[in-house]
């Protein structure tokens, strides 16, 4: 399903492990470019530092590979010097919640015209595998050897409440939802915002039980409920299983934006 035309096979071999889920993302993102129809001289991908944020890297496009967290910035530029562009953000859990948090909030307040993928795979992968905003309570990583202590951020509810015009979620197992999801949200004016739950086999599941690629897949997918299911749940009284997160369309709204295409 690679999209060829927008896919650099000069870089390759690339840096992600095997059995690493961002490849995923990158082609499902790719797929909903091809299907937007966008040319690539219009097409500007942006990212901030960690193993999602090398994707960029790897398509035929003029890119920005910023410094960390601040990837949601330099896009913010590009859209006020060029609303005329597509900008696509690809970011993880810890670059857009963490050092990047308050641009996270703010570029989805302001409603910049923008597309946001961020792989959250629960870590930090690139540096050593250290705790993050969204390390769930009780795992472990480099930071957290007895378990993560701290609640985690629910990312997507976090683009609702602050006020993107597009929130969805899904898992690196949701490949056609993914793909959807994603086009969708570029169809979307304002700031579109796509989570994507991922495996980062090499240093989340290894340390949390999961050490075959096959089981940390398994465990998106039986964890995932779909927006609708939660919400017949709650309405019914009964209670939310433990471990799940929703999936599916949390918000599609026209509230004013800024950057939009002429
Ligand atoms: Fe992927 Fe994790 Fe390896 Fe990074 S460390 S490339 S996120 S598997």
Redesign the pocket.
């Known amino acids: 399903m690679i999209a060829p035309d927008w896919f650099r096979d000069d870089r390759l071999p690339h840096?992600?492990?095997t059995?690493?889920?961002?490849g995923t993302v990158i082609n499902c993102t790719l797929a909903a470019v091809e299907e937007m129809g966008w040319k690539r001289n219009e097409t500007v991908f942006i990212s901030g530092i960690g193993?999602?944020s090398r994707a960029p890297g790897y398509i035929l496009t003029d890119s920005l590979h910023t410094t960390h967290g601040r990837a949601l910035a330099f896009a913010t530029g590009v859209k006020m010097a060029r609303p005329d562009l597509h900008v696509v953000v690809f970011t993880g859990d810890g670059d857009l919640a963490a050092i990047g948090g308050n641009h996270f909030i703010h570029a989805c307040r302001r409603n910049v015209d923008m597309t946001v993928v961020c792989m959250n795979?629960h870590?930090y992968?690139?540096t050593g595998g250290q705790g993050s905003p969204t390390t769930p309570p009780g795992a472990i990583s480099t930071t957290t050897p007895y378990g993560m202590s701290e609640p985690a951020f629910d990312l997507a509810e976090l683009a609702v409440a602050a006020g993107a015009n597009y929130v969805a979620r899904w898992t690196s197992y949701h490949v056609k939802e993914l793909t959807k999801a994603v086009a969708a949200g570029m169809q979307t004016p304002g700031l579109a915002f796509i989570e994507v739950r991922t495996?980062?086999?090499?240093?989340?599941g290894r340390h949390n039980k999961l050490r075959r690629v096959s089981e940390m897949i398994e465990h998106l997918r039986s964890h995932a409920m779909l927006v609708a299911k939660r919400d017949r749940l709650v309405a019914e009284g009964k209670p939310i299983p433990e471990g799940a997160f929703t999936v599916g369309e949390l918000v599609r709204r026209s509230r004013p934006a800024m950057g939009v295409r002429p």
């Open positions: 840096i992600y492990c059995g690493c889920g961002n193993c999602s795979n870590i992968g690139m495996q980062c086999p090499t240093n989340y």
